[in-house]
């Protein structure tokens, strides 16, 4: 399918954040596997190294998140581009918030916790509740779910877009399921969301860096 406003620019720089988010996904995951399985009881935080790793790898992926749906809008139809910019502006919002929670979470929370601040543990822990444990929750399981959402209906032509567009309804679904947790205070069912903004991503950034190779671009004017 030829997509006017699709150039090739668009197509490189969004196949190689698509796929750049896989990688991380999959470092992030089998981190996230690592440092649960070093857990002598499930009820622990996990440690170091893979606390930090995970908190760098969030900060890496985020912002490219957002160049992939600076490629999704690129190849929105026209009638389809109040979605995808809606999709990107709330992909915006994400990255920024899990950016900041992360970063202030990796350099600053735990030399305020070695002062022996008896509230630092209710600002930037992530063991609920907690300011941190919070934005964060609003970051992937609000902002991140309604970017998935809104992007849906860009895809709509084709097996491999509606395959897409399904797999996102599904991701931003179960990432806006995980804030039943919130009112329960359970983190466990909070859990939920993770199979969203994770595991279904797993599988819908590398589609979407192969949507954007497969994509013909218009031919080039001559000057």
Do not use: C
Not at 89 to 107: E, R, Y
Not at 180 to 187: E, H, L, T, W, Y
């Amino acid at each position: 399918m030829m997509h006017e406003h699709f150039s090739r620019q668009h197509s490189l720089t969004g196949q190689t954040a698509a796929w750049a988010v896989f990688v991380l996904l999959i470092a992030y995951a089998a981190t996230l596997i690592l440092g649960l399985l070093s857990l002598t009881s499930p009820e622990d935080p996990i440690g170091d190294p893979y606390f930090s790793l995970m908190e760098m790898l969030i900060i890496a992926m985020a912002p490219v998140m957002v160049i992939v749906m600076v490629a999704v809008h690129a190849y929105a139809a026209p009638g389809a581009r109040a979605y995808s910019r809606t999709a990107l502006a709330w992909m915006v919002i994400m990255a920024g918030i899990t950016s900041s929670v992360h970063f202030v979470i990796l350099t600053v929370s735990r030399p305020i916790a070695a002062a022996g601040f008896p509230w630092a543990s209710l600002l930037f822990s992530f063991q609920w509740p907690s300011v941190a444990y919070a934005l964060d929750i609003l970051a992937w399981d609000v902002f991140f779910a309604l970017s998935m959402l809104f992007a849906a209906p860009v895809f709509r032509a084709g097996r491999l877009e509606k395959t897409l567009r399904a797999l996102m309804i599904v991701g931003g679904a179960l990432s806006l399921a995980g804030l039943i947790g919130v009112p329960f205070a359970d983190m466990n069912l909070r859990n939920i969301g993770i199979l969203g903004y994770v595991g279904i991503s797993l599988v819908v950034f590398p589609l979407l860096g192969v949507l954007f190779g497969r994509t013909r671009q218009p031919p080039e004017k001559a000057g």
